[in-house]
């Protein structure tokens, strides 16, 4: 293979670090292009968004009426789930919120949510992930060295929002995703979180010792049972709003919410991974798909986010710290973090996964709207 010539889209701030961009003759890379299609079909930062979002709270409302709950929301304490939590308090929403913790909270994480409860009132249902589960998993992972180390906890964070959510007869999840920000989604960089059968692969593959009562969904579950079956919805309110982090910081302070010094601040192995591990081991910056999200999107100007890419992923003594905090939470010495970060890459593809069970099922998906005349496709 002949390496690439670098190159980074004229439009937004998108690079070759992604193997499969492209570009257009004009220098525009599919990215910011595709980011287009979003506006009208799931992003609607205008007045469409704004009936859409009422006729949305007032779904939720009716679903909840004569009970304690009308919704599910998860809460992490980052800037998204905080803001929708806020804004589900100001739509007079009673959101049975739960937080699942998977041992990497920052104490400004902790702080943070208990701003926000006591804030709107609500009641805080935490789920804490048995830490050796967690502990093995992320081991497995960072020795496998696929892409994405952010698995194990992202997995677990729904897998126990939508099982409780279930469980409660909750049809509602409320979802901090929005396009605003995170439109812009190399996929190369990633393997789908919500694959169990790869999840399980890597832990049979890397693992040391079996799991507990690590929160699993499987691909029925997730397809099909809780979505059909239980009439599960995930919504993503902040799509049907202008969003913007400087605003939503500006609203979240006013309560004491305060802000994280680095993107993902809310959970130290997320930081970590984020601003050490991917772009040392891989050369993918997630700033860079934030960034051209926020260009995309009309949140801020090329130029600046190339200035903002000028700065340091990490402060050295930052890093010394973090990283110290890593090794003893993860019971691994200096010299074991650095097998792991040496580690041979792999792709998740590497193994076994539900790719071709996900193809086929939205193969199926496509002819079954087609015959019916409505999308009945989940997780738009
Ligand atoms: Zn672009």
């Known amino acids: 293979m002949t390496e690439r010539e670098y190159q980074v889209c004229a439009f937004c701030v998108m690079d070759t670090s992604d193997p499969d961009i492209t570009f257009d003759t004009n220098g525009r890379c599919n990215h910011c292009r595709d980011f287009e299609t979003l506006r009208g079909t799931v992003w609607f930062p205008d007045d469409e968004g704004a009936r859409r979002l009422e006729r949305m709270i007032e779904e939720v409302k009716d679903e909840g009426r004569g009970r304690d709950y009308d919704c599910v929301l998860g809460l992490s304490g980052g800037i998204d789930s905080s803001y929708l939590a806020l804004k589900a308090h100001e739509w007079g929403l009673h959101p049975l919120v739960v937080h699942v913790d998977a041992g990497w909270n920052s104490e400004l994480a902790v702080q ?3 701003r926000v409860i006591k804030h709107c009132g609500y009641e805080l249902h935490t789920h804490v992930v048995n830490w050796e589960d967690m502990r093995e998993l992320q081991l497995s992972y960072l020795r496998a060295a696929v892409a994405n180390q952010d698995v194990p906890q992202d997995h677990a964070f729904f897998a126990g929002l939508y099982h409780f959510a279930t469980e409660n007869k909750i049809r509602y999840v409320l979802n901090g995703g ?4 995170e439109g812009v989604f190399p996929e190369a960089w990633h393997g789908a979180a919500m694959d169990a059968k790869n999840l399980k692969a890597i832990h049979k593959a890397y ?7 690590y929160p699993l969904i499987s691909f029925s579950q997730y397809y099909f049972w809780y979505p059909i079956a239980k009439r599960m919805t995930p919504v993503r309110p902040l799509n049907l709003m202008p969003y913007s982090k400087e605003q939503a910081v ?8 305060r802000s994280y010094p680095r993107k993902h601040g809310e959970s130290l192995f997320t930081k970590f991974f984020q601003n050490y591990y991917l772009p040392t081991k891989f050369g993918y910056d997630k700033r860079r798909p934030h960034l051209s999200s926020l260009i995309a999107s009309g949140g801020i100007t090329r130029e600046r986010a190339l200035e903002l890419l000028d700065e340091p992923l ?4 930052e890093l ?6 890593l090794c003893r939470k993860l019971r691994i010495s200096d010299m074991e973090f650095e097998d792991l970060m040496g580690r041979p890459i792999h792709h998740y593809t590497d193994f076994a996964n539900w790719d ?3 193809a086929r099922m939205k193969a199926a998906q496509t002819r079954i709207s087609r015959v019916l005349g409505r999308d009945v496709s989940v997780y738009r």
């Open 250 to 257: 500006t609203e979240l302070e006013k309560i004491g919410w």
């Open 314 to 317: 990490y402060e050295e003594e």
């Open 178 to 181: 929005n396009a605003a920000t």
């Open 112 to 114: 943070n949510i208990e």
């Open 207 to 213: 693992g040391t010792q079996p799991l507990t009562d």
């Open 356 to 358: 071709r069970k996900y």
């Open 320 to 325: 010394r710290r973090d990283r110290q905090y």
